[in-house]
């Protein structure tokens, strides 16, 4: 028996739509796909025109899939947005040069400026020689606080209004579900924000990170890039730990098995959310003494990271000396 | 050659120990003990139970958690605890909810479990005994529900949970209870919590774990107080405990799992609260701050500022708001036709929250639930009543 889009009523159906759970035919679920995202942005005053975008591009499905409907979207629309690539080198080979090649295919597609920056180059340290330093404990928070930073500085360089990451719905449900088991209940209520650093705290302004894969699902984002033909890198950091992540990432999964909307609720959960009560000591925002970037203490966590990394070489170099 | 010392208990310094207890190794006698007097505090300085012939009703499901809570509170009413014999000048009366017309329907091999001898003889506390189809003017109507209802997510059982809610409170306030006793440890709270979030009910953060919360009934805007004194306990505790002082056997029937019909392809047969009971047992085993975390994260997090608190008539919480149109409908055109005729042509569309449209999706005769059609005087009251 032929089955039917249940959008459309008249296409032959394709697929399962993974956020429903229905029939849909392929020009339905790309429509479905890139409105969502269109009406994620003007719902939430994302942009405005002439606004400069970067994209932060690591080669991946997410990114790859962000760089393409943006480009759509902002032709299509007329959002009157100047984009540009952003890609961080973290300095691990067998990975991130590979994906590297696929960020450069990218900006030929879509004929966009990207500018590349490596660890190397800001840090003086690539993820390689962290890991051979640290070993395979903590390194990826390492990675997590230098690419942060990493972005800022690159977006400043560019001379940006914002930022735009791939993080996607999927992510958002697990970074909330994280947030609490770990007890952070200062980021819990920032854990599905759309827009993150536009509070301007204290009168220190910081570049606005958006997310306009918010209500997008993983699934669906890998298939709009299988279906579309998009290139990108699907292979895991050589360095992923058994990280708390898996556990919560699973859970997600299943959750998703039994009800497709689990996520989209989790979401939904986490934006009843305030921020925590005056009683809480927050964290105030302040500008690092050594970098003049944006940190909660004198010192960044980038700045402290990268002090231990270089004491612990300074002293491999005595001993070697010695 | 020194000879290690053999362990002993850290309360007595004198058994052998048997159980961990945040992390200091105790004997049974002193597992007991603690147990005894951590009921008490919680009854006394967390719940706020202080006045003398208060009056608790304790909800009794059969389960391991309640049959515990029972135990406790029949020994510190009678002052029958093992160590300190201090008496509760309290009014301990048990509620238990009979599922039996809906378990004989779901499970083929469904034997009724019998607990008058526990409560009445052993326990020696009031019992009340109401079957869950009496709130029903038809009870096959709840059936009827139950089968339209979506087989995976945990619609039947969350159904059924708001129907238990119901008889609970309303038999409460009927009855002149104002403290309503559930017997969920730590460990299940943090799941539950975990399940409600996972199916949109974010605002149970600020209520749903605490040792006591204020509940109003928007019926009568009479005050409850709902009470977990138990959320000290993990799963283990509950278990030993239990081991150490009770002769029942606890039947294997999952009602969930069973209303379900056992969804075969689908992870923890597509309940949704065995998935996360499942989850947080897993990490509590790895990670044994996990239960602690949890509570402790919940009872700090604040809730954004309603418009408007008004409750929903099925599951009594407060209707939460909707930021943006993607968290209810998609823009592929697959609902948004059936949610425009529900919200124009049914009676309480809009009174429902967000959650319980959840449980709803996917069943069959919709507009029979959005409608109330068959469903309690009790409900459709409430539904009346609520702005």
């Given at each position: 028996?032929?089955?039917?889009?249940?959008?459309?009523?008249?296409?032959?159906?394709?697929?399962?739509?993974?956020?429903?759970?229905?029939?849909?035919?392929?020009?339905?679920?790309?429509?479905?796909?890139?409105?969502?995202?269109?009406?994620?942005?003007?719902?939430?005053?994302?942009?405005?025109?002439?606004?400069?975008?970067?994209?932060?591009?690591?080669?991946?499905?997410?990114?790859?899939?962000?760089?393409?409907?943006?480009?759509?979207?902002?032709?299509?629309?007329?959002?009157?947005?100047?984009?540009?690539?952003?890609?961080?080198?973290?300095?691990?080979?067998?990975?991130?040069?590979?994906?590297?090649?696929?960020?450069?295919?990218?900006?030929?597609?879509?004929?966009?400026?990207?500018?590349?920056?490596?660890?190397?180059?800001?840090?003086?340290?690539?993820?390689?020689?962290?890991?051979?330093?640290?070993?395979?404990?903590?390194?990826?928070?390492?990675?997590?606080?230098?690419?942060?930073?990493?972005?800022?500085?690159?977006?400043?360089?560019?001379g940006v209004d914002k930022i735009i990451t791939g993080h996607n719905a999927d992510d958002m449900?697990?970074?909330?579900?994280?947030?609490?088991?770990?007890?952070?209940?200062?980021?819990?209520p920032k854990s599905t924000a759309i827009i993150t650093g536009d509070d301007g705290d204290n009168?220190?302004?910081?570049?606005?990170?958006?997310?306009?894969?918010?209500?997008?699902?993983?699934?669906?984002?890998?298939?709009?890039?299988?279906?579309?033909?998009?290139?990108?890198?699907?292979?895991?950091?050589?360095?992923?730990?058994?990280?708390?992540?898996?556990?919560?990432?699973?859970?997600?999964?299943?959750?998703?098995?039994?009800?497709?909307?689990?996520?989209?609720?989790?979401?939904?959960?986490?934006?009843?959310?305030?921020?925590?009560?005056?009683?809480?000591?927050?964290?105030?925002?302040?500008?690092?003494?050594?970098?003049?970037?944006?940190?909660?203490?004198?010192?960044?966590?980038?700045?402290?990271?990268?002090?231990?990394?270089?004491?612990?070489?300074?002293?491999?170099?005595?001993?070697?000396?010695? | 050659?020194?000879?290690?010392?053999?362990?002993?208990?850290?309360?007595?310094?004198?058994?052998?120990?048997?159980?961990?207890?945040?992390?200091?190794?105790?004997?049974?006698?002193?597992?007991?003990?603690?147990?005894?007097?951590?009921?008490?505090?919680?009854?006394?300085?967390?719940?706020?139970?202080?006045?003398?012939?208060?009056?608790?009703?304790?909800?009794?499901?059969?389960?391991?958690?309640?049959?515990?809570?029972?135990?406790?509170?029949?020994?510190?009413?009678?002052?029958?605890?093992?160590?300190?014999?201090?008496?509760?000048?309290?009014?301990?009366?048990?509620?238990?909810?009979?599922?039996?017309?809906?378990?004989?329907e779901f499970i083929q091999e469904y034997q009724p479990q019998d607990y008058t001898n526990f409560?009445?003889?052993?326990?020696?506390?009031?019992?009340?005994?109401?079957?869950?189809?009496?709130?029903?003017?038809?009870?096959?109507?709840?059936?009827?529900?139950?089968?339209?209802?979506?087989?995976?997510?945990?619609?039947?059982?969350?159904?059924?949970?708001?129907?238990?809610?119901?008889?609970?409170?309303?038999?409460?306030?009927?009855?002149?209870?104002?403290?309503?006793?559930?017997?969920?440890?730590?460990?299940?709270?943090?799941?539950?919590?975990?399940?409600?979030?996972?199916?949109?009910?974010?605002?149970?953060?600020?209520?749903?774990?605490?040792?006591?919360?204020?509940?109003?009934?928007?019926?009568?805007?009479?005050?409850?107080?709902?009470?977990?004194?138990?959320?000290?306990?993990?799963?283990?505790?509950?278990?030993?405990?239990?081991?150490?002082?009770?002769?029942?056997?606890?039947?294997?029937?999952?009602?969930?799992?069973?209303?379900?019909?056992?969804?075969?392809?689908?992870?923890?047969?597509?309940?949704?609260?065995?998935?996360?009971?499942?989850?947080?047992?897993?990490?509590?085993?790895?990670?044994?701050?996990?239960?602690?975390?949890?509570?402790?994260?919940?009872?700090?997090?604040?809730?954004?500022?309603?418009?408007?608190?008004?409750?929903?008539?099925?599951?009594?919480?407060?209707?939460?708001?909707?930021?943006?149109?993607?968290?209810?409908?998609?823009?592929?055109?697959?609902?948004?036709?059936?949610?425009?005729?529900?919200?124009?042509?049914?009676?309480?569309?809009?009174?429902?929250?967000?959650?319980?449209?959840?449980?709803?999706?996917?069943?069959?005769?919709?507009?029979?639930?959005?409608?109330?059609?068959?469903?309690?005087?009790?409900?459709?009251?409430?539904?009346?009543?609520?702005?």
């Amino acid at each position: 028996m032929v089955k039917y889009c249940q959008s459309c009523n008249v296409q032959k159906a394709f697929m399962v739509r993974p956020k429903t759970g229905n029939l849909i035919c392929q020009n339905c679920f790309f429509q479905a796909f890139e409105d969502e995202i269109h009406h994620t942005i003007i719902s939430t005053q994302m942009f405005k025109p002439g606004e400069k975008i970067a994209i932060a591009a690591s080669g991946g499905k997410d990114s790859t899939v962000l760089v393409h409907v943006i480009t759509l979207l902002n032709k299509k629309y007329n959002y009157g947005l100047h984009l540009y690539l952003l890609s961080i080198d973290e300095g691990i080979k067998g990975y991130r040069d590979d994906s590297l090649e696929t960020v450069k295919q990218n900006q030929i597609t879509y004929e966009l400026d990207l500018k590349i920056l490596s660890y190397k180059e800001l840090f003086n340290w690539s993820m390689d020689e962290v890991v051979a330093q640290i070993g395979l404990n903590n390194n990826c928070t390492y990675c997590g606080v230098f690419r942060r930073q990493a972005l800022d500085r690159g977006a400043i360089q560019l001379g940006v209004d914002k930022i735009i990451t791939g993080h996607n719905a999927d992510d958002m449900a697990e970074t909330f579900l994280m947030n609490l088991l770990r007890g952070d209940i200062f980021r819990l209520p920032k854990s599905t924000a759309i827009i993150t650093g536009d509070d301007g705290d204290n009168g220190i302004a910081t570049l606005p990170r958006c997310k306009p894969f918010k209500y997008t699902y993983e699934k669906e984002i890998v298939m709009y890039a299988h279906y579309k033909k998009l290139i990108y890198f699907s292979t895991e950091c050589t360095y992923s730990p058994n990280a708390f992540r898996g556990h919560v990432r699973e859970l997600i999964k299943n959750l998703e098995a039994i009800r497709p909307s689990a996520v989209i609720d989790l979401i939904h959960s986490c934006e009843q959310l305030d921020a925590p009560n005056q009683n809480q000591k927050m964290p105030q925002k302040q500008l690092c003494q050594k970098c003049n970037l944006l940190s909660s203490n004198k010192i960044c966590k980038a700045c402290t990271l990268l002090e231990s990394l270089n004491q612990g070489r300074a002293k491999q170099i005595l001993q070697i000396q010695e | 050659m020194q000879q290690k010392e053999p362990k002993l208990c850290k309360k007595c310094k004198t058994n052998n120990p048997n159980i961990i207890v945040q992390k200091d190794p105790v004997c049974k006698e002193c597992f007991i003990g603690y147990v005894e007097h951590m009921f008490k505090m919680s009854l006394r300085l967390k719940c706020n139970i202080t006045q003398k012939n208060e009056k608790l009703l304790v909800c009794f499901s059969g389960g391991q958690n309640s049959t515990a809570l029972v135990k406790l509170a029949s020994d510190v009413v009678h002052s029958t605890c093992a160590h300190n014999k201090s008496k509760m000048f309290i009014e301990v009366h048990v509620l238990y909810i009979n599922e039996s017309f809906i378990m004989k329907e779901f499970i083929q091999e469904y034997q009724p479990q019998d607990y008058t001898n526990f409560v009445t003889n052993e326990c020696k506390l009031p019992f009340q005994i109401v079957d869950i189809q009496s709130i029903y003017p038809d009870p096959y109507i709840l059936l009827q529900q139950l089968h339209n209802l979506s087989e995976s997510g945990s619609s039947r059982e969350d159904f059924v949970r708001l129907i238990k809610q119901h008889i609970i409170y309303d038999y409460a306030i009927k009855n002149g209870y104002q403290n309503v006793c559930f017997g969920q440890n730590g460990q299940r709270l943090a799941a539950d919590l975990f399940s409600q979030l996972s199916k949109g009910r974010g605002l149970s953060l600020q209520s749903a774990t605490k040792y006591n919360f204020s509940f109003i009934y928007p019926l009568n805007q009479n005050k409850l107080q709902i009470l977990h004194p138990l959320k000290e306990l993990l799963n283990k505790d509950i278990l030993y405990y239990l081991r150490l002082k009770s002769n029942l056997n606890f039947p294997n029937f999952i009602l969930g799992q069973h209303l379900s019909n056992i969804v075969k392809n689908k992870p923890a047969h597509g309940n949704i609260d065995h998935l996360l009971e499942q989850f947080i047992d897993k990490l509590q085993e790895g990670f044994p701050s996990t239960t602690f975390t949890v509570l402790s994260s919940a009872e700090k997090v604040t809730i954004k500022p309603l418009q408007q608190q008004s409750h929903c008539p099925l599951c009594l919480e407060i209707r939460d708001q909707v930021y943006n149109r993607l968290e209810v409908e998609t823009l592929d055109n697959s609902n948004q036709q059936l949610i425009n005729y529900l919200r124009a042509n049914t009676k309480y569309y809009n009174k429902i929250c967000f959650t319980c449209n959840r449980m709803l999706q996917s069943a069959q005769e919709l507009e029979n639930f959005y409608n109330l059609k068959g469903f309690p005087p009790l409900i459709v009251q409430i539904a009346d009543t609520i702005q």
